[in-house]
């Protein structure tokens, strides 16, 4: 945490060496607005303002800066009509006209002038007609009545901006019934007509409310049965015909509609047609990759994207959006060298990829490597990207000084606050989250010496088999040492100047750092200890996060710390009490307390108060009980009270197997990722020996969704799902009826 207090009395000291450097006032300044003294910091900036020798009718970059820094202070610090005063005083030196209008607005709202505030909110739409938040000030200082006078509001802007997108799209968020079928049906008509690529991801938010689906869906698949037969969206109206794109694109969106519901056969057959139609289109290929990803069949979305990305090999998009579907197919040779098209030549496109500090390749290669089980590669890419945001964090010292001398201190400020929360980005808790879930498996199950392994199986074996089996070690061996030798000698090559240059880059700034190597990362002596280390700036920053709180559980549950455990508990509790892996934890540290009759008497007290007021007085079986009986209708929550039925009582697996594998039609969330988990479950041990009750939920489900390769039987599998395509010998024809 930053020491501001420290700071304010460092700067108050600077400035007294050096008052008349312009450096020494602002740092002073900053230092009582970070401590939220925002008087103080005003009448110092008003200070040093009056010592700035700029004539009225001049615009100096610098000087702008200071004023808008000035009036983010007082925004700050709630002093609405000084700041409204303080902008429209020096609004002819400032040079960002937008941010004036913007602070007008935003201050006359603030203040009650609604007709003033309006007129600003219609000036700044007339600028731009896209901006969502404008029309929002709008309707705040109009303040319509009905929903009539709040439709005219949009269509008047639309009249005056016929183009725009916003004032169509955004009186769809309100209206209901046979006005919002009236104002959908123009919207469609007009983005099919053109051919808009991007209009069911406008639309999306909509899909909340069942009834404008269900509208959205006739409307629509009412223009696909039309346009196939006379070429116009309703077969009773006369007028110029639409061109063949307009049914591609009806296809397309129906395609994404029909994903979007989990009617996963009816998207494939739309999108079929529309690639029949079309076969060089790369949105098509996009799309039937992404419904496989929603199917669960990661290998023939991977690849579909690939074949995507054969149609422009120079869009860097779709080419990083191949290698992140590879990686979730767990091919990461094949990311790796999908990747390294766009990086630099001479060096291995991992390396390239690190230096760049390309983290959501990182964090999708931790995660494939630790579906493979390779726990020391995946600990690797976590560990680069912990260390990317130490790095980011390191860079900010060179902005202390650059940015007091260029005056850009609203950028400045921005800065130090996103730094204070910079791990609350989804990119390290990804990481951090791999990495504590892999050092629980290393604590669970440690690696054993591979050596002193094989010296236990070849006790068992015969002299024959001993030769034979010493034979293939020694082959494997040498195989593995020319290849080692033969990446090594290429490694060292490709990486002799550039490691060099970097490695006296990172001693100037931050010492030598360990290199980091699978093997030894993987072996650990205290798999928990290193967990906790990417555990604490998820407890300081993401702690409304449910998931930061059941790790900080499996931890300390590990260690047995029953007071942290209670905190975890209990912080957890608070934010969702019915959350089902917290269920679990709940009746995992209940056990657990019962079990330790050893405990200092004043902590057994503490755990008994606490646990009273979740438990009120019942024992486990039936909290558990009523636990299910709750949520009857949930199968994640059917499940985690499964697994406890079974961890409670081991002689009721039978009861606890068909709770967890119930599928009838009362079951909300019957989806590809929640029967995933319960297949897992079943494989993986948690309901002990179960191999016949796993072979029949894995029919079931397979009944259910034909496409997600977890639930399709074991056969062999197609060699042409494990290659990568071949670009060459794809048929189109084949590819699109494969299915």
Known sequence: MRDLEGYRETR??????????????????????LLKDYDMALKLLEEFRKTQQIPPNKIDYEYSELILYQNQVMREADLFQESLEHIETYEKQICDKLIVEEIKGEM????????????????????NAENWHYYEGLEKALQPSTLEERLQIYEEVSKRHPRAVSPRRLPLNFVSGEKFRELMDKFLRVNFSKGCPPLFTTLKSLYYNPEKVSTIQELVTGYEASLKTCDLFSTCENGEKEPPTTLLWVRYFLAQHFDKLGQCSLALDYINAAIASTPTLIELFYLKAKIYKHVGNLKEAAKWMDEAQSLDTADRFINSKCAKYMLRANMVKDAEEMCSKFTREGTSAMENLNEMQCMWFQTECAAAYQRLGKYGDALKKC????????????????????????????????LLRLEDVLRKHAFYFKAARSAIEIYLKLHDNPLTNESKEQEVNSENLSAKELKKMLSKQRRAQKKAKLEEERKHAERERQQKNQKKKRDEEEEETSGPREELVPEKLERVENPLEEAIKFLIPLKNLIGDDIETHLLAFEIYFRKGKFLLMLQSVKRAFAINSNNPWLHECLIKFSKAVSDHSNLPEIVSKVLTQEMQKIFVN?????????????????????????????????????????????????MRDKNVKTLT?????????????????????????????????????????????????????????LLSNEI
């Open 108 to 127: 006359l709202l603030k203040l009650g002038r609604l007709k003033e505030a309006g007129e600003v909110y219609k000036e700044l739409i007339e600028r």
């Open 383 to 414: 560990h680069e990207v912990e260390r990317h945001f130490f790095e980011i964090t390191d860079d900010q010292f060179d902005f202390h000084t650059y940015c007091m001398r260029k005056m850009t201190l609203r950028a400045y400020v921005d």
């Open 677 to 733: 988990k319960v297949f897992e479950a079943l494989l993986d041990g948690s309901f002990g020996s179960c191999h016949t009750q796993c072979e029949e939920y894995q029919a079931a489900c397979h009944k259910l969704f034909p496409f997600t390769s977890a639930f399709m039987p074991a056969t062999n599998e197609d060699d042409s799902s494990i290659a990568s395509v071949n670009h060459t010998a794809i048929n189109h024809d």
């Open 618 to 666: 019942k024992n486990l079986e039936s909290f558990n009980e009523e636990f299910l009986k709750h949520n009857a209708t949930s199968i994640q929550h059917q499940l985690s009270g499964a697994k406890m039925m079974y961890f409670l009582d081991k002689s009721r697996q039978e009861k606890a197997i068909a709770v967890a594998t119930r599928l009838d039609k009362n």
């Open 12 to 33: 108050y000291q600077l400035l007294q060496l050096r008052p008349t450097q312009r450096a020494s006032w602002i740092g002073y300044a900053i230092a009582y607005h």
